[in-house]
């Protein structure tokens, strides 16, 4: 980075960095074992799926209708839905962090992440994530995907700023290699203490 370039905005993913992961392998095997489901068959069609889903190209309820509710069921959509929203936990810490950071050097807030929308949007009114985030580029909302560099090109468009007055915090090295190849910050994130000195390097100091 050059040293001269002032950090301005913060580009953030949620699962991983700020809150848990909304519907992972751990969170899909929890609810195999709960609902007695068909592992490879969940599987199998949730991979199939998915991606169409974050990409806001289907409900929640059509994903669930590909997934599990092809055929009837002991329990309800609405019982399986509840189960999904509340498989998140939050890391209070970071959220703590990026809330203060922000307050102090005046900075652009940005989340950069895949979701779909109705998980999306619960996390977010869940964990107030809008209390310190100015704008959402998610995939629900701009149907694409990381690592599809064009949703960080939106993202800077939306912001109007340059690459390199960006940080970027990721918890999945491939998506910041992709960030970095568009000349923005980034930083894989594995724990609170590598990612302070990390943002530390950048002149954002608590």
């Known amino acids: 980075m050059d040293n001269h370039t002032k950090i301005t905005t913060l580009f953030l993913d949620i699962g991983g960095v700020l809150l848990t992961n909304g519907w992972d392998r751990a969170a899909r095997k929890l609810a195999i074992q709960t609902y007695g489901l068909d592992a490879v068959e969940m599987e199998e069609r949730h991979h199939l799926t998915f991606d169409t889903y974050e990409e806001g190209k289907l409900t929640l309820d059509e994903y ?46 940005a989340i ?23 704008f959402y580029i998610s995939s629900c909302f701009v149907h694409f995907r990381k690592p599809d560099a064009d949703i960080y090109r939106i993202a800077l468009d939306i912001a109007q700023v340059r690459p390199e007055e960006v940080v970027y915090l990721e918890d999945r090295s491939m998506f910041v290699d992709v960030a970095n190849g568009l000349g923005i910050n980034g930083v894989c994130h594995t724990d ?15």
């Not at 939050?90 to 005046?106: Q, R, T």
């Not at 949007?121 to 869940?126: A, D, F, G, L, T």
């Not at 302070?196 to 100091?205: H, I, M, P, S, Y």
């Open 192 to 206: 609170y203490e590598s990612t302070v000195k990390q943002l530390a390097a950048f002149g954002l100091v608590l």
């Open 112 to 134: 950069v992440n895949n979701e779909g929308r109705e998980l999306n949007e619960h996390r977010i009114r869940h964990f107030n994530i809008s209390s310190f985030v100015d």
């Open 64 to 109: 669930l209708n590909r997934v599990v509710f092809y055929e009837d069921r002991s329990f309800t959509r609405q019982e399986f839905r509840d189960f999904m929203f509340a498989q998140t936990a939050p890391y209070p810490e970071m959220l703590e962090l990026v809330a203060k950071l922000k307050a102090k050097y005046k900075l652009k807030i």
